[in-house]
């Protein structure tokens, strides 16, 4: 919210900088954005005496000046027909830099010139030139009883002021305003807070001329009207529109201008209402059971659903309670009667009202975050005493007060103990009562352990003892706050395991040259549809765009759509690795919560060049062999390899268990989803579920070290043929089971596939490594077992050993 | 003989071997089966036999002579060969390219985060990203149809017209866990919370969707502001040097009461003037947050803060739009190691 310095200055006497004030109200909670100047200095321009004017000897239109700046005389070529000897006028001194930009949009900057031959110092200026007004006729003429050399921001007293912009946050309705900004300086810097309007009233009579009837007491606890009759309606006058525009709030006329100044200055909203429009004087503040439709201020015709607060005349509703007036009942030109309101709504009515209908107004702001609710006779008094003054009405005597909900200003006990307990301060009472003072906290008892504090109805923040703890602290200063005489000491704990396992994950994905990237965890529908049913998949239910509908169910998305991006950019070797979290539906428990399954995986990919061409290599692609050596390495780093089993399926992708669980598989990527990611190149993904692997690993043991065997191993070769659907897994792992435990190493050396074999078929060529703790193996001891391991793959496969 | 046999020895030695052609040239003319070492041998049978052992030891000096020359200079001609430089020895030609495995700069500043918080006797504890509308708000003292919520554009992910059914929501923040933790264990509680969390606001250079956080909780008997002051303080100094300037004011957040942000100096090396930079917020946690978990407030207190990776990685290294960090760009990527 935007802040005027000189506002402020009405209610405390500051003796502060702009830039000054701006660091205490940060440093007491008001965080200040930003400050800056508002109107123009006019640095450099003085009031000029214009002593002579002569015709210019090269050109018809210009004339030669002779100007008394006050510091000297100089000659100034002027264009404009109005300039005469002995006028008092603006002079912009050579270096001044005017607020209006050339035709090139470069700042106007006045420098030394010859026009036609004549030298030129300075310029005599009109007033857009200068930024205070629109009248291009001519120069603009000065009063002569001016000064001459005098500034000439001095000399007409130009509106300056500071633009000081505050972060308000939402626990703080009372420093919506000038008043409440000062309140809080006043108490921050120990200064007496003016105010400079009436806040004690004489009861009233309420109006005679409409009457103000409340149908929805718990939606609106106060309905104050006041009246002023046989108003002008016109422009404000400067101090008000000076104010407002400085705040960035556009004058309007000066009805609406004054509603909008007293809401700055009290933060009380206000509406002015065309008395004449009230159907049958009379105002009901009520609700409705249907939908109804109203055109608001803005000519926009609105559906406010059943529940929305309206205030109505005897016919129809005038306005939306809170957030903004109807058309119909507007002050316009025409406007000579004008109906005050000054009101407290619900919070929680308006907010809704402002969130359904999208529109926030500073109304709606304030009334949402709570406004004072003792406030409103105040302002309604302020408001109509400043219409009648500025224009030129009379306030109808009387003032309708309707006030179903009263609010008791709250009490509150501070123990000097739990400030101290939560601070870690040492206050005495009379320390904290003496922070407090200025907040107009009203000190109802004080002894040497407590205090006890009524609360003014503007802090509706301040509920509990420990709001007011806040209120100790941030006025003393955190960074006053003394630092412990020695820090306690704590037991550390443990790094969980699920840390240490992801840590773990990180640092081998890394020692294996993959580099680590984040990718969105938000994807597009219509990319999901290609990873699975979406059905299956979460959604959020108010996306940013369609790009981001659906929670990533893999990791998949994010790297074929940082590969496309690389390759896109003519990078085209990437080795990556992500964690991260995916997620499901499920029809079971849920992980955290019901229906979602939401899993930590970590997904390996390859995509493009393995090597370059290069003196050295051949250029060549990456293949699945490439990720399947890099991803069992890194499960056995993880110290599960021994527990791994894997199996792979029609569509030859290769799944991995620990026991009958599922943990990850590893594909190539099709050749679909690559030409959707604009890939050009082969790319193969694993993706494995970490969270699987630490519910696994949490039933094992730490592995235990076993003594190298101190013998020499024994190895024997042998081939077989088989048909061709017959998978080299299923082989091998009949081979180990059947070899038993010397069995130490099984390699495939030699794949072959030819006519010599016959039709679908292919041969494989085993190494068995055999090797024992206790002694020396010889071919005595391996023949046996080879003879063993042929028989179940002839019986199991249909092989036949090669010879 | 004996003269014939140094004069034999004298020749070996002043034998001159330069090349390979040279040492056959020496082993034709010496050690062949022709050669003079073999034929001085069969002058043996002329030697009288009380001179046996004397010429004999003389020819076997001889001969081993004639060996060691041959060898040793076969080997100092093998290692003369050795030492010639093929086109592809030359050691300056590039090796392939041989990319090594790298973390994100995400990555790099928790680490450091969470280092320095394990050095401060914080435990690590994480928690689901989608989550209920009882964790990751009114727990944490966030009234129904309060402003408060504003302030975090919320994805939903669920709403049910059901009362009774909580909305799940993506996380706006890692507070969720602090609720979670304290619901498992009693304190003292000293932990960190790294997570992603979402907000619904468009993109720019500045602000992106989803981010990430990481969240110190500290529940004991007697936690001060005090206590918290030096605990960031200390933090500030370990992650920005032991000079860092900063400074603490007052802010607001629903599940902390007081509440303060920690500011601190920066001034960036393309810009002439410095500025005070938002680095994280805190608090002592609020007692309805403590009382929604079943912690009474007037035997515990705490504090917790929190902070933005993103903000502080990108002040680290100087990268001006937040969306880099996700573009994955192996030319962005691998300038950090």
Same mark, same amino acid.
């Given at each position: 919210?935007?802040?005027?310095?000189?506002?402020?200055?009405?209610?405390?006497?500051?003796?502060?900088?702009?830039?000054?004030?701006?660091?205490?109200?940060?440093?007491?909670?008001?965080?200040?954005?930003?400050?800056?100047?508002?109107?123009?200095?006019?640095?450099?321009?003085?009031?000029?005496?214009?002593?002579?004017?002569?015709?210019?000897?090269?050109?018809?239109?210009?004339?030669?000046?002779?100007?008394?700046?006050?510091?000297?005389?100089?000659?100034?070529?002027?264009?404009?027909?109005?300039?005469?000897?002995?006028?008092?006028?603006?002079?912009?001194?050579?270096?001044?830099?005017?607020?209006?930009?050339?035709?090139?949009?470069?700042?106007?900057?006045?420098?030394?010139?010859?026009?036609?031959?004549?030298?030129?110092?300075?310029?005599?200026?009109?007033?857009?030139?200068?930024?205070?007004?629109?009248?291009?006729?001519?120069?603009?003429?000065?009063?002569?009883?001016?000064?001459?050399?005098?500034?000439?921001?001095?000399?007409?007293?130009?509106?300056?002021?500071?633009?000081?912009?505050?972060?308000?946050?939402?626990?703080?309705?009372?420093?919506?305003?000038?008043?409440?900004?000062?309140?809080?300086?006043?108490?921050?810097?120990?200064?007496?807070?003016?105010?400079?309007?009436?806040?004690?009233?004489?009861?009233?009579?309420?109006?005679?001329?409409?009457?103000?009837?409340?149908?929805?007491?718990?939606?609106?606890?106060?309905?104050?009207?006041?009246?002023?009759?046989?108003?002008?309606?016109?422009?404000?006058?400067?101090?008000?529109?000076?104010?407002?525009?400085?705040?960035?709030?556009?004058?309007?006329?000066?009805?609406?201008?004054?509603?909008?100044?007293?809401?700055?200055?009290?933060?009380?909203?206000?509406?002015?209402?065309?008395?004449?429009?009230?159907?049958?004087?009379?105002?009901?503040?009520?609700?409705?059971?249907?939908?109804?439709?109203?055109?608001?201020?803005?000519?926009?015709?609105?559906?406010?659903?059943?529940?929305?607060?309206?205030?109505?005349?005897?016919?129809?509703?005038?306005?939306?309670?809170?957030?903004?007036?109807?058309?119909?009942?507007?002050?316009?030109?025409?406007?000579?009667?004008?109906?005050?309101?000054?009101?407290?709504?619900?919070?929680?009515?308006?907010?809704?009202?402002?969130?359904?209908?999208?529109?926030?107004?500073?109304?709606?702001?304030?009334?949402?975050?709570?406004?004072?609710?003792?406030?409103?006779?105040?302002?309604?008094?302020?408001?109509?005493?400043?219409?009648?003054?500025?224009?030129?009405?009379?306030?109808?005597?009387?003032?309708?007060?309707?006030?179903?909900?009263?609010?008791?200003?709250?009490?509150?006990?501070?123990?000097?103990?739990?400030?101290?307990?939560?601070?870690?301060?040492?206050?005495?009472?009379?320390?904290?009562?003496?922070?407090?003072?200025?907040?107009?906290?009203?000190?109802?008892?004080?002894?040497?352990?407590?205090?006890?504090?009524?609360?003014?109805?503007?802090?509706?923040?301040?509920?509990?003892?420990?709001?007011?703890?806040?209120?100790?602290?941030?006025?003393?200063?955190?960074?006053?706050?003394?630092?412990?005489?020695?820090?306690?000491?704590?037991?550390?704990?443990?790094?969980?395991?699920?840390?240490?396992?992801?840590?773990?994950?990180?640092?081998?994905?890394?020692?294996?040259?993959?580099?680590?990237?984040?990718?969105?965890?938000?994807?597009?529908?219509?990319?999901?549809?290609?990873?699975?049913?979406?059905?299956?998949?979460?959604?959020?239910?108010?996306?940013?765009?369609?790009?981001?509908?659906?929670?990533?169910?893999?990791?998949?998305?994010?790297?074929?759509?940082?590969?496309?991006?690389?390759?896109?950019?003519?990078?085209?070797?990437?080795?990556?690795?992500?964690?991260?979290?995916?997620?499901?539906?499920?029809?079971?428990?849920?992980?955290?919560?019901?229906?979602?399954?939401?899993?930590?995986?970590?997904?390996?990919?390859?995509?493009?060049?393995?090597?370059?061409?290069?003196?050295?290599?051949?250029?060549?692609?990456?293949?699945?062999?490439?990720?399947?050596?890099?991803?069992?390495?890194?499960?056995?780093?993880?110290?599960?390899?021994?527990?791994?089993?894997?199996?792979?399926?029609?569509?030859?992708?290769?799944?991995?268990?620990?026991?009958?669980?599922?943990?990850?598989?590893?594909?190539?990527?099709?050749?679909?989803?690559?030409?959707?990611?604009?890939?050009?190149?082969?790319?193969?993904?694993?993706?494995?579920?970490?969270?699987?692997?630490?519910?696994?690993?949490?039933?094992?043991?730490?592995?235990?070290?076993?003594?190298?065997?101190?013998?020499?191993?024994?190895?024997?070769?042998?081939?077989?043929?088989?048909?061709?659907?017959?998978?080299?897994?299923?082989?091998?792992?009949?081979?180990?089971?059947?070899?038993?435990?010397?069995?130490?190493?099984?390699?495939?050396?030699?794949?072959?596939?030819?006519?010599?074999?016959?039709?679908?078929?292919?041969?494989?060529?085993?190494?068995?490594?055999?090797?024992?703790?206790?002694?020396?193996?010889?071919?005595?001891?391996?023949?046996?077992?080879?003879?063993?391991?042929?028989?179940?793959?002839?019986?199991?496969?249909?092989?036949?050993?090669?010879? | 003989?004996?003269?014939?046999?140094?004069?034999?020895?004298?020749?070996?030695?002043?034998?001159?071997?330069?090349?390979?052609?040279?040492?056959?040239?020496?082993?034709?003319?010496?050690?062949?089966?022709?050669?003079?070492?073999?034929?001085?041998?069969?002058?043996?049978?002329?030697?009288?036999?009380?001179?046996?052992?004397?010429?004999?030891?003389?020819?076997?000096?001889?001969?081993?002579?004639?060996?060691?020359?041959?060898?040793?200079?076969?080997?100092?001609?093998?290692?003369?060969?050795?030492?010639?430089?093929?086109?592809?020895?030359?050691?300056?030609? $590039?090796?392939?390219?041989?990319?090594?495995?790298?973390?994100?700069?995400?990555?790099?500043?928790?680490?450091?985060?969470?280092?320095?918080?394990?050095?401060?006797?914080?435990?690590?504890?994480?928690?689901?990203?989608?989550?209920?509308?009882?964790?990751?708000?009114?727990?944490?003292?966030?009234?129904?149809?309060?402003?408060?919520?504003?302030?975090?554009?919320?994805?939903?992910?669920?709403?049910?017209?059901?009362?009774?059914?909580?909305?799940?929501?993506?996380?706006?923040?890692?507070?969720?866990?602090?609720?979670?933790?304290?619901?498992?264990?009693?304190?003292?509680?000293?932990?960190?919370? $790294?997570?992603?969390?979402?907000?619904?606001?468009?993109?720019?250079?500045?602000?992106?969707?989803?981010?990430?956080?990481?969240?110190?909780?500290?529940?004991?008997?007697?936690?001060?502001?005090?206590?918290?002051?030096?605990?960031?303080?200390?933090?500030?100094?370990?992650?920005?040097?032991?000079?860092?300037?900063?400074?603490?004011? $007052?802010?607001?957040?629903?599940?902390?009461?007081?509440?303060?942000?920690?500011?601190?100096?920066?001034?960036?090396?393309?810009?002439?003037?410095?500025?005070?930079?938002?680095?994280?917020?805190?608090?002592?946690?609020?007692?309805?947050?403590?009382?929604?978990?079943?912690?009474?407030?007037?035997?515990?207190?705490?504090?917790?803060?929190?902070?933005?990776?993103?903000?502080?990685?990108?002040?680290?290294?100087?990268?001006?739009?937040?969306?880099?960090?996700?573009?994955?760009?192996?030319?962005?990527?691998?300038?950090?190691?």
């Amino acid at each position: 919210m935007k802040i005027s310095y000189n506002w402020l200055t009405e209610f405390i006497e500051l003796d502060l900088s702009p830039e000054e004030t701006a660091e205490k109200l940060t440093l007491i909670g008001l965080e200040v954005d930003s400050i800056a100047s508002y109107g123009n200095k006019l640095e450099g321009v003085v009031v000029g005496h214009v002593l002579e004017v002569t015709d210019h000897p090269n050109a018809d239109r210009l004339r030669i000046c002779k100007v008394d700046t006050g510091t000297e005389e100089v000659q100034i070529i002027c264009g404009a027909d109005n300039v005469a000897a002995d006028q008092k006028v603006p002079v912009a001194t050579v270096g001044t830099t005017l607020p209006v930009e050339t035709e090139n949009g470069e700042p106007f900057t006045i420098r030394k010139a010859k026009l036609r031959g004549e030298e030129s110092r300075g310029m005599i200026c009109a007033e857009d030139e200068l930024g205070i007004g629109d009248d291009l006729s001519g120069i603009m003429v000065l009063d002569n009883k001016l000064e001459t050399g005098q500034p000439l921001q001095q000399a007409l007293d130009l509106y300056q002021d500071i633009i000081i912009d505050i972060e308000i946050t939402p626990n703080r309705p009372d420093a919506t305003c000038h008043l409440g900004v000062a309140r809080d300086l006043a108490a921050a810097l120990d200064l007496e807070l003016k105010k400079p309007f009436k806040t004690e009233f004489d009861t009233t009579e309420p109006l005679q001329e409409i009457g103000i009837s409340i149908e929805a007491e718990e939606k609106c606890a106060r309905y104050v009207g006041k009246l002023v009759k046989d108003i002008t309606i016109e422009e404000s006058p400067d101090w008000i529109q000076n104010r407002l525009k400085t705040i960035g709030v556009r004058p309007v006329n000066n009805v609406v201008d004054i509603t909008n100044y007293v809401m700055f200055e009290l933060g009380q909203p206000l509406h002015a209402f065309d008395a004449e429009t009230i159907q049958g004087n009379q105002i009901i503040i009520k609700d409705f059971d249907e939908e109804i439709t109203f055109e608001t201020l803005d000519h926009i015709e609105r559906d406010c659903s059943p529940g929305t607060l309206f205030i109505c005349d005897g016919k129809e509703p005038i306005a939306i309670a809170g957030v903004m007036g109807g058309v119909d009942s507007e002050v316009g030109e025409k406007t000579t009667n004008v109906l005050i309101e000054s009101a407290y709504f619900d919070p929680a009515t308006i907010r809704k009202t402002a969130k359904e209908q999208v529109l926030q107004t500073d109304a709606s702001y304030r009334f949402e975050r709570g406004i004072d609710p003792q406030l409103q006779r105040i302002a309604a008094e302020r408001t109509a005493e400043l219409i009648a003054e500025v224009c030129g009405g009379t306030m109808v005597e009387g003032c309708t007060d309707v006030h179903p909900v009263k609010t008791e200003p709250r009490q509150l006990d501070l123990r000097k103990s739990y400030v101290n307990r939560l601070l870690g301060t040492e206050f005495s009472t009379e320390e904290i009562a003496d922070l407090l003072d200025g907040l107009e906290l009203k000190l109802i008892e004080q002894d040497e352990d407590k205090l006890k504090y009524q609360i003014p109805t503007f802090r509706p923040d301040l509920e509990r003892e420990v709001d007011l703890i806040e209120e100790v602290g941030r006025l003393y200063d955190y960074n006053n706050i003394p630092a412990p005489k020695h820090g306690k000491f704590t037991s550390p704990e443990p790094i969980t395991d699920w840390e240490n396992l992801l840590s773990k994950a990180r640092e081998t994905a890394k020692g294996l040259r993959f580099r680590e990237i984040y990718s969105n965890s938000l994807m597009p529908e219509k990319d999901a549809q290609l990873l699975g049913k979406t059905e299956e998949m979460t959604h959020t239910l108010n996306p940013i765009s369609n790009d981001m509908t659906t929670l990533r169910p893999s990791l998949l998305y994010g790297f074929l759509k940082s590969v496309g991006y690389n390759f896109n950019r003519k990078v085209q070797q990437v080795r990556f690795f992500e964690i991260g979290n995916v997620f499901e539906k499920t029809s079971a428990d849920g992980t955290y919560h019901s229906g979602i399954d939401e899993q930590t995986n970590i997904l390996f990919g390859l995509a493009g060049f393995k090597t370059i061409e290069h003196w050295k290599t051949e250029p060549q692609h990456y293949d699945a062999f490439d990720l399947k050596a890099a991803v069992e390495s890194f499960l056995a780093q993880l110290n599960i390899g021994e527990q791994i089993t894997s199996r792979v399926d029609k569509n030859n992708v290769l799944s991995y268990f620990i026991a009958d669980q599922k943990i990850g598989q590893l594909r190539n990527v099709s050749q679909e989803m690559l030409a959707e990611y604009e890939i050009e190149l082969p790319a193969v993904v694993g993706e494995f579920s970490l969270t699987k692997i630490f519910e696994a690993k949490q039933q094992l043991q730490e592995p235990r070290y076993e003594p190298v065997s101190k013998f020499p191993s024994f190895e024997f070769d042998f081939a077989v043929i088989v048909g061709q659907s017959v998978k080299a897994g299923d082989l091998l792992q009949s081979i180990k089971k059947t070899a038993g435990p010397t069995l130490k190493d099984l390699q495939v050396f030699d794949v072959f596939e030819g006519e010599s074999l016959g039709e679908q078929k292919k041969s494989l060529a085993f190494r068995l490594s055999f090797l024992d703790k206790n002694k020396t193996l010889t071919i005595n001891d391996v023949e046996p077992i080879i003879n063993k391991v042929v028989d179940v793959l002839e019986k199991q496969y249909s092989a036949k050993l090669r010879s | 003989m004996l003269d014939d046999i140094k004069a034999l020895k004298q020749q070996i030695a002043n034998y001159n071997i330069a090349d390979d052609e040279d040492l056959e040239s020496f082993r034709l003319k010496f050690l062949s089966r022709n050669g003079e070492v073999p034929a001085m041998f069969s002058r043996m049978s002329e030697v009288p036999n009380d001179q046996k052992a004397q010429v004999g030891r003389a020819m076997n000096e001889v001969k081993n002579l004639a060996k060691d020359t041959f060898e040793t200079n076969k080997k100092k001609l093998a290692r003369k060969e050795a030492q010639q430089i093929g086109a592809k020895d030359d050691l300056s030609l $590039p090796a392939p390219p041989y990319s090594a495995g790298s973390y994100h700069p995400l990555t790099q500043t928790l680490e450091e985060m969470k280092n320095i918080f394990y050095r401060l006797g914080f435990s690590i504890a994480d928690g689901p990203e989608v989550e209920d509308d009882f964790h990751n708000f009114t727990a944490l003292n966030f009234p129904p149809n309060h402003p408060a919520r504003d302030e975090q554009d919320t994805f939903f992910i669920r709403k049910d017209d059901d009362p009774n059914i909580d909305d799940l929501v993506l996380r706006t923040h890692t507070s969720p866990v602090q609720i979670r933790l304290m619901q498992e264990k009693e304190p003292p509680i000293r932990t960190i919370m $790294p997570g992603r969390v979402y907000r619904n606001e468009a993109v720019s250079p500045k602000s992106y969707f989803l981010f990430h956080q990481v969240e110190a909780l500290y529940i004991d008997t007697d936690v001060s502001v005090a206590e918290l002051k030096e605990t960031l303080i200390s933090f500030a100094k370990l992650m920005f040097g032991s000079d860092v300037k900063y400074r603490l004011r $007052p802010g607001f957040f629903p599940f902390t009461e007081p509440s303060l942000e920690m500011d601190i100096w920066w001034e960036p090396a393309h810009e002439k003037e410095g500025k005070w930079l938002e680095i994280l917020g805190s608090g002592m946690v609020d007692p309805n947050v403590l009382k929604a978990v079943g912690i009474d407030p007037e035997k515990y207190t705490g504090f917790a803060w929190g902070m933005g990776v993103e903000r502080i990685a990108m002040r680290r290294h100087q990268i001006d739009d937040i969306r880099t960090f996700y573009e994955n760009d192996v030319r962005f990527l691998e300038q950090f190691h």
